[in-house]
């Protein structure tokens, strides 16, 4: 069975530094790794994901996440934090885009202050 | 906006009661995905339809049920509601099986 571990329920950074937020999956075949970030009151929305290929993935907003198999993790960064960055960030797993359902990690909030 | 939609956005029932939430999903989007939001769970995969016939479940209770319809809408139905029933439940949907998914913006369900 596949699991996500999201390291830290907050995180917290000011503006302009840099954010990592970490995860880790357990997946008994090669992952399909996904970040998603959801605002107050809103839906998810992808911000970036790995299937194949490059291990660094770039998404929206200037996130982007490396996948390293060897330490399992898929960790988010992004160099200078802004304001607007505040939200839930969950890291997902799919062992197989053929059925595609979702293993949620259970999220980390990101603080950004001034 | 996603293009997913959810209806109704807020419902409040009491224990013992169904309620019925739908889901339309993204113009041309074949497939459609159940989540329950809570915040002793977190974020659970439900059931997954593709054009009309389900294709995939997960932690579903047996109290709970859920349908895509020939316009390709869903309704998830949840009965015998308890007090942890109450969550936020989110659709999504995709082109087809293996595409990005897009979420709604969820039905905050709270049981008293």
């Known amino acids: 069975a596949q699991s996500v571990t999201q390291l830290g329920s907050h995180v917290s950074v000011s503006e302009g530094a840099l954010v990592l937020l970490r995860c880790n999956y357990s997946s008994s075949v090669p992952p399909y790794l996904f970040w998603y970030v959801q605002y107050p009151n809103q839906g998810l929305q992808l911000l970036l994901k790995y299937t194949t290929g490059a291990t660094l993935v770039k998404g929206i907003n200037g996130f982007e996440a490396e996948f390293k198999k060897s330490e399992t993790s898929f960790h988010l960064t992004k160099p200078s934090a802004h304001m607007s960055d505040a939200a839930e960030y969950f890291c997902?797993?799919?062992?197989?885009?053929?059925?595609?359902?979702?293993?949620f990690g259970k999220g980390t909030m990101l603080l950004v202050s001034p | 906006d996603s293009g997913v939609t959810q209806t109704p956005k807020h419902l409040i029932t009491a224990t013992g009661q169904r309620v019925t939430l739908r889901c339309s999903p993204r113009s041309g989007d074949l497939s459609v995905y159940w989540y329950q939001q809570s915040l002793d769970q977190g974020l659970q995969f439900l059931i997954q339809?593709?054009?009309?016939?389900?294709?995939a479940k997960g932690n579903i209770l047996e109290r709970f049920s859920a349908q895509q319809f020939p316009d390709l809408h869903s309704e998830l139905n949840l009965s015998s509601l308890e007090l942890g029933d109450s969550a936020l439940y989110f659709c999504a949907s995709s082109v087809t099986i293996g595409d990005e998914q897009y979420f709604g913006p969820g039905t905050r369900l709270t049981v008293t």
């Open positions: 339809y593709y054009n009309g016939e389900e294709r």
């Open positions: 997902a797993v799919s062992e197989s885009l053929r059925y595609s359902t979702l293993t």
